[in-house]
């Protein structure tokens, strides 16, 4: 009889790791500095993001652009974000399949309703471009709630470096390939050279894109007294366009985004 005590004790025991398993897919990381040098991590809402910027901006030829007037373009392009961020959050988020499918779903909806507005021309582009991201990133959180998911807590699985690469591809993404729809939808909205879609042919964009990715690995890495360096390409290029008014607007809101990236992930 005192030899079962034992194994009594162990089956009433063993429940245990089983259910610290079922919750280890949501381990939280403490990032000890997002600057250089420290480890960085991610939550919920930055994968999401993360995806979000990916299939908007990196995987949004302009081509796709105007077929999304058609039903058949907002298809693909829900298409193109449900697929973009079942790869994002699946191996990472727990309860993915209810993230995956909603969010795609709510941002056709939002994609259309901004197609619907055809507010393309002057200040009104600018405007409903910065609304559209606002609700698609608000959308992203709400998606989060419903799947009963924390905002704020650090999730991620494998090595703290392969999430810390992820956590600075969202700035990097975000200054590069979102910042040159931004530069450009500042163009329009202040009619700063007569065809601002220049800006988003491969000459001017790699350019663009070089720029404010210095800018911003100046903020992220290094210290306070070296940033100015990244004002200088913007300059060069802004008095080598002649130094107009409506060129400053492009210098500053492509200078002014990567910064405040910078800012937010140091």
């Known amino acids: 009889m005192r030899r079962a005590n034992p194994g009594a004790a162990r089956n009433r025991r ?6 610290q398993d079922k919750h280890a897919g949501t381990a939280d990381y403490q990032a000890r500095s997002k600057g250089s040098g420290g480890d960085a991590g991610l939550t919920a809402w930055l994968y999401l993001v993360l995806a979000h910027l990916v299939a908007d901006f ?28 079942a790869a994002v959050v699946a191996p990472f988020l727990p309860r993915w399949w209810i993230i995956v499918p909603l969010s795609a779903a709510i941002h056709y909806f939002i994609d259309r309703w901004k197609v619907d507005s055809r507010h393309t021309e002057g200040p009104a582009s600018l405007v409903m471009f910065l609304l559209d991201q606002a609700l698609h ?22 090595s703290d470096g392969l999430v810390g690469a992820m956590y600075y591809t ?23 050279r ?63 985004f990567a910064v405040v990236l ?5």
């Open 14 to 19: 063993s429940p245990r790791p089983r259910q």
């Open 58 to 85: 990196m995987l949004q030829p302009y081509e796709l652009v105007r077929l999304k007037r058609r039903p058949i373009g907002l298809t693909i392009h829900a298409g193109i974000h449900l697929l973009v961020t």
């Open 137 to 158: 990133l608000g959308a992203l959180a709400l998606v989060l709630l419903i799947a009963g998911l924390p905002l704020g807590r650090e999730v991620g699985y494998g």
């Open 170 to 192: 969202v700035p990097y993404v975000a200054a590069t390939f979102a910042g040159a729809i931004l530069v450009y939808q500042v163009a329009v909205a202040f009619h700063t």
């Open 194 to 256: 007569p065809n601002p879609s220049d800006l988003l042919t491969f000459g001017p964009r790699a350019a663009g894109l070089i720029q404010r990715a210095l800018a911003l690995t100046l903020v992220l890495f290094a210290g306070p007294s070296w940033w100015w360096l990244g004002a200088v390409p913007f300059a060069i290029v802004w008095i080598r366009n002649g130094r107009g008014g409506g060129q400053l607007a492009e210098t500053i809101a492509g200078f002014g």
């Open 262 to 266: 910078g800012l937010l992930f140091r």
